[in-house]
């Protein structure tokens, strides 16, 4: 089955504890991104990964780091967690095909709730 | 900057149809315009996507004004599990930039 995998699902830690989300997915897409959703403010993009090596900064890259050493993974790293970075966290990726035919479509993870003490 | 903007909130009674507006009046001329659906807090899910043709799936249908600057999306026959969070982005074909999701448009359908 296509699909993108968070780990872990549900993370309670405390603040200045390092701590890796992993995303991976199995479609062979080239685009990859981490968002966060906390109320009222919607799905804010954090990072965003066009292929392996290469990353660039969303809307709120302030606190994350993230790496693309394989086209199939994209970690979400907190070196030291804060507890204004609870919240949801979704990973999705999408195909960029060669030819614009519009249909990128971004396939989403389930989500990974993390609440930091 | 969000690159687009949407209601809120809706609601729809049960069986009609919802129609949900999106503006995006600084669109580019090579920016697909796609419509993600929400329910509780899952991953967004697609629903359907168009450039400048109303476009028809299983799901819904999307219709975008002939300036491009606004489109609705249609749900013909609203369900309760259609009860969602519905998010317009735009979005060019090769996908490499930046994508902003905004705060979406809540979808109450009463029974």
């Known amino acids: 089955e296509a699909q993108v995998t968070q780990n872990p699902r549900y993370l309670i830690t405390v603040t200045g504890k390092k701590l890796t989300v992993t995303c991976s997915q199995n479609?062979?897409?080239?685009?990859m991104s981490w968002y966060r959703q906390d109320p009222g403010l919607g799905l804010r993009q954090i990072y965003y990964s066009m292929n392996v090596e290469v990353t660039d900064k969303g809307d709120v890259p302030e606190g994350y780091k993230v790496s693309r050493k394989e086209k199939r993974n994209f970690p979400l790293i907190l070196e030291s967690p804060s507890p204004n970075q609870t919240s949801l966290y979704f990973c999705?990726?999408?195909?960029?095909?060669?030819?614009?035919?519009?249909?990128?479509?971004?396939?989403f993870g389930a989500g990974s709730r993390l609440t930091v003490l | 900057d969000a690159k687009t903007t949407q209601p809120t909130s809706m609601d729809c009674a049960e069986g009609r149809a919802a129609n949900l507006p999106c503006n995006h009046s600084t669109i580019s001329g090579n920016e697909y315009v796609y419509w993600y659906r929400q329910i509780h807090s899952q991953g967004p899910q697609y629903i359907i996507h168009g450039l400048k043709n109303n476009e028809t799936n299983e799901m819904a249908s999307l219709i975008i004004t002939e300036d491009r600057k606004s489109s609705t999306l249609i749900l013909p026959h609203a369900t309760l599990r259609d009860t969602a969070v519905y998010y317009c982005?735009?979005?060019?074909?090769?996908?490499?930039?930046?994508?902003?999701f905004g705060t979406g448009t809540k979808l109450q359908v009463i029974p």
């Open positions: 999705a990726s999408s195909l960029a095909p060669v030819r614009p035919s519009g249909a990128n479509v971004l396939t």
């Open positions: 982005i735009v979005r060019v074909a090769r996908g490499y930039q930046k994508v902003t």
């Open positions: 479609m062979n897409h080239e685009y």
